[in-house]
Each structure stands twice: as C-alpha cells, then as structure tokens.
C-alpha cells in the first residue's frame, strides 16, 4: 500500500512564495515519477511539474520560470517551490506517483492566492 501525504499549502499573497512537499511510504519501486498536479474549480487537472528518479524534470510552460521541483530519493519525498505566485495559481494542488505498479495520489492541498 502506497501513502502520499502532503504539506505546505495555505494562503499566499500575490507575488509570494510556497513551498509544497509530499512523502511517499510503502512498497515503491525504485524507478518512478515524482509530481504536482493541480486543479482549479471548473478546470480540468493539470500538471504543474514532475520529476523523475534520476532527476529529469518537467515543468508546465506558465510555471517553468518560477517553479523548481526537487526530490529526495532515499526519503521519497518531493518537493515544488514556487515563486512570484498570480491568482491563476490558485488551486488544490495534488502529489502524484507513478511507478511500475501503478499511479497514486495524495490526498491534495489547497493554495489560495489572494491578488
């Protein structure tokens, strides 16, 4: 059984900062791939950005310059810092992990910006 549990979300002023971090605990095989998914009201989720076990990353393009994702393989922990936050931002914020065994999710963090 996978568990992701998440952290750091709450209420961010525009043009401010957040750091989100998620740990992973269970059987996890060694290859996977770390992310942060998100998704605003009436929207579809999105991915925002993820990485992989050997630290190949990927960044949603409306994020890419303010965000950096990292990860700790030996905690399997991820984490998604971001900066200059906008209201487009806004939304619940999901860890996801997808391994050889399937894909698993957190249980989501919201992020309010307020402008």
């Known amino acids: 059984q996978v568990q992701l549990v998440e952290s750091g979300g709450g209420l961010v002023q525009a043009g401010g900062s957040l750091r989100l971090s998620c740990a992973a605990s269970g059987s996890i095989f060694r290859t996977n791939v770390m992310g942060w998914y998100r998704q605003a009201p009436g929207n579809e989720r999105e991915l925002v950005a993820e990485i992989s076990d050997e630290g190949t990353a990927y960044y949603l393009e409306s994020v890419k310059s303010r965000a950096t994702i990292s990860r700790d393989n030996a905690k399997n922990t991820v984490h998604l810092q971001m900066n200059n936050l906008k209201p487009d931002d806004a939304a619940v914020y999901y860890c996801?992990?997808?391994?050889?065994?399937?894909?698993?999710w957190g249980q989501g963090t919201q992020v309010t910006v307020s402008s």
């Open positions: 996801r992990l997808a391994t050889l065994n399937g894909i698993h």
